[in-house]
């Protein structure tokens, strides 16, 4: 079966600007998470969605959002971009909270 | 706040030489602790989750064992393609806590 799938794979971006990453979890799936990775940070939670509800936030600043649609695919946004937010953005989906979590293969975002 | 740390950060093995890597944990509400393997730009691929200390778990050359504090992911006679990234993970009551990973080398 398909796996999750993250688009797009690479994203240049200049700082103030805002981005829009996208995330297709595996069929039938209805858990999406997001995780920012970061060569000194390693990976850190963003927020989880289950059912289009926001369930669980991490610690990051207000210009991270999201949201889930109705067939359970996700898309973070980023506003006001910063240096620091250059990272490997990762989602992850399951069938529910907890269980057999699946990451897509990210999205590498560079801000410049 | 939930914790998790691994050691080594790096470790360099000659092909068939065992060892282990370690994961330190304080995760509130244990649901469960998972590893990963992590290859240079792409996302984790998962291979175990331990429920309960003293659960073992075993996948080819890898086995994961589970106390209250700690994990282990055991890797016996490696070969090269076992070069990665191995991260592992501590769910608590709502989110999964990584630590910063191991990266291992194994040398032909």
């Known amino acids: 079966k398909a796996g999750v799938t993250q688009t797009p794979r690479y994203l240049i971006k200049t700082r103030g600007q805002q981005v829009t990453l996208s995330c297709s979890p595996i069929?039938?799936?209805?858990?999406v998470s997001w995780y920012q990775q970061t060569p000194g940070q390693g990976l850190q939670f963003l927020f989880e969605?289950?059912?289009?509800?926001?369930?669980n936030k991490g610690n990051f600043p207000g210009r991270f959002s999201g949201r889930q649609f109705s067939n359970s695919r996700s898309e973070m946004n980023v506003s006001t971009l910063e240096l620091g937010d250059s990272a490997l953005y990762l989602c992850a989906s399951s069938l529910t909270n907890g269980y057999g979590y699946t990451f897509g293969s990210g999205t590498r975002l560079t801000v410049v | 706040e939930d914790q998790v740390t691994q050691s080594p950060e790096a470790l360099r093995l000659q092909e068939g030489e065992s060892s282990s890597l370690n994961c330190s944990y304080t995760?509130?509400?244990?649901?469960?602790l998972f590893w990963y393997r992590q290859d240079p730009g792409k996302g984790p691929e998962f291979l175990f989750t331990l429920y309960s200390a003293g659960e073992e778990k075993e996948k080819e050359r890898l086995k994961a064992t589970l106390t209250k504090k700690e994990s282990f992911l055991h890797i016996t006679a490696p070969k090269p393609e076992d070069s990665a990234t191995y991260l592992c993970?501590?769910?608590?009551?709502?989110?999964?806590?990584f630590g910063t990973g191991t990266r291992l080398t194994i040398i032909p």
């Open positions: 993970a501590g769910l608590g009551e709502e989110k999964l806590t």
């Open positions: 995760v509130s509400g244990l649901r469960g």
């Open positions: 969605y289950f059912s289009e509800t926001q369930r």
């Open positions: 069929s039938g799936h209805r858990s």
